[in-house]
T-cell receptor, first 110, second 110 residues
Framework: DTEVTQTPKHLVMGMTNKKSLKCEQH?????MYWYKQKAKKPPELMFV???????INESVPSRFSPECPNSSLLNLHLHALQPEDSALYLC?????????FGSGTQLSVL | QQPVQSPQAVILREGEDAVINCSSS?????VHWYRQKHGEAPVFLMI?????EQKGHDKISASFNEKKQQSSLYLTASQLSYSGTYFC???????????FGAGTQVVVTP
């Protein structure tokens, strides 16, 4: 299995909602990432987990809360988001410095 | 600091060649190249480590000039499947985070 699987593919939420994005990989990679990508822009790093521990938090607002339940799963919990948080959220895992991206969750905050 | 990538966009006919450049103001450890097709996840193309190597992937190759802190991606005899946005990404040390360039949109027409 050489895929990073993300669910849901699309999500629309209100500013008072709580939702979660899920990411799964079975390649045995021990580093997993959350990126945010706005249209026509490069991916921006949000969080890095290394061996299931949070190793990098790029000063992301607390309304985004990552979680790594085990080495194959990565969640991103969303609460009280703002319209400007609408974007494509990409999960990735890495091996030998190569990033393997999931197809992303297109999030719209109304 | 974000690498400087140029050109912003390029339109090619099938069979034509193109070069995408990426430069940094800092000393580099590695350069990565990714391609993202519309509506899809970025896909890893290649990584070049300091040492000035050149690599190839089908008819797509890249060079890394460590002294000039620059990398170039060469699209040779372009195919329709080469269309997409190409991102360079750079690190300044062996475990540094990737800094993505702004991207180059490549359109290959029949």
């Amino acid at each position: 299995d050489t895929e990073v699987t993300q669910t849901p593919k699309h999500l629309v939420m209100g500013m008072t909602n709580k939702k979660s994005l899920k990411c799964e990989q079975h390649m045995g990679h021990r580093a997993m990432y959350w990126y945010k990508q706005k249209a026509k822009k490069p991916p921006e790093l949000m969080f890095v987990y290394s061996y299931e521990k949070l190793s990098i938090n790029e000063s992301v607002p607390s309304r985004f809360s990552p979680e790594c339940p085990n080495s194959s799963l990565l969640n991103l919990h969303l609460h009280a988001l703002q319209p400007e948080d609408s974007a494509l959220y990409l999960c990735a895992s890495s091996q030998e410095r190569k990033l393997f991206f999931g197809s992303g969750t297109q999030l719209s905050v109304l | 600091q974000q690498p400087v990538q140029s050109p912003q966009a390029v339109i090619l006919r099938e069979g034509e060649d193109a070069v995408i450049n990426c430069s940094s103001s800092k000393a580099l450890y590695s350069v990565h190249w990714y391609r993202q097709k519309h509506g899809e996840a970025p896909v890893f193309l290649m990584i070049l480590l300091k040492g000035g190597e050149q690599k190839g992937h089908d008819k797509i190759s890249a060079s890394f000039n460590e002294k000039k802190q620059q990398s170039s991606l060469y699209l040779t005899a372009s195919q329709l499947s080469y269309s997409g946005t190409y991102f360079c990404a750079m690190t300044t040390d062996s475990w540094g985070k990737l800094q993505f360039g702004a991207g180059t949109q490549v359109v290959v027409t029949p």
